[in-house]
């Protein structure tokens, strides 16, 4: 028979077992809708998300492609030198947001358009997102005016 002292330790060590095991699932399960996957263009065109997907998507906004319609509506197209995605949004714009900078923005892809619920890219002319920097990194980034060169005549090239 077993001394009262291990069967005490036993019961402890399970009962923390089963608590860790529990507050994993319940910060799991509350954490499902707050986690937002950040994907560049190439990503989304390449595999895009259902329409029901809410997800961040990042790049630079091409240069010459900010619309202005009515009220606060706003169309524009990011790009990370590989593809361009349209995006939409119709809110205000943060201060600084202009063409040729990094955008983060967090919304659904629509109909072959990003509808952008929200715009996180808020800097100043020098910062630029991590994720952006990270993509740029990973993907040998060219230059954003040879890029927007490239779009206008459709010519690409390797780099």
């Given at each position: ?13 399970l ?7 529990l507050s994993t699932?319940?910060?799991g ?19 895009p ?22 009220g ?5 197209v ?16 943060p ?6 900078q990094?955008?983060?923005?967090q ?5 072959n358009?990003f ?13 630029m ?18 890029t ?12």
């Amino acid at each position: 028979m077993k001394s009262l002292k291990k069967t005490r330790r036993i019961q402890i060590i399970l009962v923390a077992f089963v608590s860790l095991g529990l507050s994993t699932v319940v910060i799991g399960y509350a954490l499902r809708d707050g986690i937002n996957y950040f994907r560049s263009p190439t990503e989304v065109v390449s595999e895009p998300p259902k329409e029901t997907e809410l997800f961040r998507i990042g790049g630079m906004v091409q240069d010459g492609s900010i619309i202005r319609g009515e009220g606060l509506e706003v169309s524009f197209v990011i790009t990370d030198c590989w593809n361009v995605v349209p995006v939409t949004f119709n809110d205000i714009l943060p201060s600084l947001f202009e063409e040729g900078q990094g955008m983060v923005g967090q919304g659904y892809y629509i109909n072959n358009t990003f509808e952008a619920v929200e715009i996180l890219a808020k800097h100043d002319e020098t910062y630029m997102p991590a994720e952006i920097v990270n993509m740029q990194e990973s993907q040998n980034f060219c230059n954003l005016e040879e890029t927007t060169d490239a779009i206008k005549t459709n010519t690409f090239t390797d780099g």
